[in-house]
């Protein structure tokens, strides 16, 4: 049985779309980091950094195995699966690439605006208008690239989609307001919105972990 920490956040929903897409079983533990669950000694033996999302693969070659960071956890299913990632060659590094690129780049600097623009109390007019136009840059990356392919990767969804997807959803509805310029006339990227979030598992993993 595969055991995921998770949260309500866009990291916490990467794993449970892959999940999903896979029809694997899987127990969910909701991590609250409202309440700074991430920091209890139980989640601590399984994410070394406090940080959502984790897992635990009992089934794993060699006996259980603990996986944290997203992008790790994400191609750890896929060369498990045999699925969403090539195994060898261009195909595969194509998208690592883009892999990479979320999980350093577009994923960071939204939740940093995300902080400095909308939870800080304080605001720090420096740091919002260095995360601000950051994000609109990366967003440019992303419709560059997306006027040049179907998906992130090429002409295959993949784990790369997977990460990239929730982040944009984010821009597009919590940051909305701050990223309205930089959102407006984006018609590959919209095409690959609803293109990824049309697919049920998606659907499904996007509403992982269930909370009142």
């Given at each position: 049985m595969i055991t995921l920490y998770t949260w309500t956040t866009p990291n916490g929903r990467k794993v449970p779309i892959m999940l999903e897409e896979l029809g694997w079983p899987y127990e969910v533990k909701p991590v609250d980091i409202g309440r700074d669950e991430q920091f209890s000694p139980e989640f601590l033996r399984v994410s070394p950094?406090?940080?959502?999302?984790?897992?635990v693969d009992d089934e794993a070659d060699g006996g259980p195995l603990s996986v944290f960071e997203s992008g790790a956890i994400l191609?750890?299913?896929?060369d498990k699966s045999g699925r969403f990632l090539a195994p060898s060659g261009p195909a595969r590094y194509k998208a690592l690439e883009w892999?990479?690129?979320?999980v350093g780049g577009q994923g960071p600097m939204l939740g940093q605006l995300g902080f400095f623009a909308k939870r800080s109390e304080e605001k720090a007019p420096l740091?919002?208008?260095?995360f601000?136009?950051?994000?609109?840059r990366l967003l440019g990356v992303l419709e560059r690239r997306l006027s040049e392919?179907?998906?992130?990767?090429?002409?295959?969804?993949?784990?790369?989609?997977?990460?990239?997807?929730p982040w944009t959803i984010a821009a597009k509805t919590f940051l909305k307001d701050v990223l309205a310029e930089s959102l407006a006339s984006k018609p590959s990227m919209e095409?690959?919105?609803k293109a990824v979030g049309d697919?049920?598992?998606?659907?499904?993993?996007m509403a992982v972990p269930k909370v009142s």
């Open positions: 950094n406090n940080k959502i999302p984790a897992l191609v750890y299913l896929a892999l990479f690129w979320q740091a919002i208008g260095r601000t136009d950051e994000a609109a392919a179907p998906f992130l990767a090429g002409e295959d969804y993949g784990i790369a989609d997977m990460a990239t997807y095409r690959w919105l697919r049920p598992a998606v659907q499904r993993g």
